[in-house]
């Protein structure tokens, strides 16, 4: 599996198609509008190609249009899906190191340990892109959703126990069975393991809303200040595992740290505390698409952190406060097909 800094062939989304279990009403227009917001930021850089009935196409393609999308950047493939999170149930591509040649893994999905019924659609995702691309398709053998994993592109991946050991997703498998299955799967040679995630998060604590690699031997990850919060303690000791961590040259990681926005917070709504991170961005050709939460001062933050770190990219910062209300934004609405 290439690491996302590498050269992309495309980005691939899910659009949010109606569906009560999500925002519906009056956000349904909302969403799609940023969904087509984040396409056209995406086509200024490479393609973007979106699963998605083919009697929502004409819509889909009038919102890009109106978001001022790369008309021949924005292709619309008639893959119906449950849910919007592409990241989990999209495929994850490795890349043969001799032929270059790119296939898929499909790897099985069940909506983040039967969370969120039915995921049918969204399972079956992988395949039909396979089918589409006329790519090599390989199973690989378990559950497990991209958001969970983090690769630096010199064999080593970063997850989380509360994740991939959690028995809502492989309760026939233990931990040297997962770490067997991601080396076969993703051509990985070491598998790094953090404890948990943040508060809110849908996932049980997906990595990319924790720590992201900014190269083979940097990290950045998140950190929070609030003592009185719930992620004070959580991520004191993943900052700890990961300074104890080795890279790929038998170095300590270089781990920078980046502060969670002020807690999001809606009222009444099932996540008390929205799973707001900057490092769920989105790493494309020439560019980094960063998500922002309507706090200026954290925003411009995270925003001069990120640009100093991909100084050879554009940083664009997206406003995904709405999108994080349903447990996600930037980087799990996405899935990057390596060129």
Not at 6 to 23: E, G, K, M
Not at 134 to 156: H, P, S, T, V, W
Not at 195 to 214: E, N, S
Not at 275 to 300: E, H
Request: hydrophobic share 40%.
């Amino acid at each position: 599996m290439p690491p996302e800094w590498s050269p992309q062939a495309a980005v691939w989304l899910s659009w949010p198609v109606a569906d009560p279990r999500h925002w519906g009403g009056a956000k349904q227009a909302l969403m799609e509008a940023k969904f087509g917001e984040i396409a056209a930021a995406i086509s200024r850089f490479e393609p973007v190609r979106i699963n998605a009935p083919e009697s929502a196409h004409r819509v889909i393609a009038e919102v890009c249009n109106r978001a001022l999308a790369v008309p021949e950047r924005v292709a619309l493939f008639d893959h119906p899906h449950n849910d919007v999170w592409c990241r989990d149930h999209g495929p994850i591509f490795v890349k043969h190191a001799g032929s270059g040649e790119v296939a898929v893994t499909d790897w099985g999905f069940n909506a983040w340990g039967g969370k969120f019924p039915p995921w049918d659609l969204d399972d079956s995702i992988p395949g039909q892109i396979a089918a589409a691309m006329g790519l090599r398709c390989f199973k690989g053998g378990m559950i497990l959703e991209g958001g969970a994993i983090e690769i630096n592109g010199a064999g080593q991946v970063l997850t989380t126990e509360a994740v991939m050991l959690n028995p809502n997703r492989n309760p026939h498998l233990n931990r040297l069975d997962i770490e067997r299955l991601l080396r076969d799967g993703l051509g990985v040679t070491e598998i790094l393991w953090l404890r948990q995630g943040i508060a809110g998060d849908d996932t049980d604590g997906h990595i990319d809303d924790l720590a992201r690699f900014v190269d083979s031997q940097t990290l950045l990850a998140c950190t929070e200040r609030d003592r009185k919060s719930p992620n004070q303690r959580v991520l004191a000791e993943n900052l700890a595992r990961l300074k104890s961590f080795l890279g790929p040259h038998g170095r300590a990681f270089e781990v920078l740290e980046i502060p969670l926005p002020e807690a999001c917070e809606v009222a009444g709504w099932r996540l008390p505390v929205l799973p707001a991170s900057y490092v769920n961005f989105l790493i494309v050709n020439g560019g980094v698409l960063v998500p922002t939460f309507r706090q200026r001062q954290n925003d411009d933050r995270a925003l001069g952190m990120i640009r100093e770190l991909f100084s050879g990219r554009e940083v664009l910062g997206i406003d995904c406060l709405d999108l994080v209300e349903e447990g996600g934004s930037l980087h799990c609405i996405s899935q990057q097909q390596p060129a």
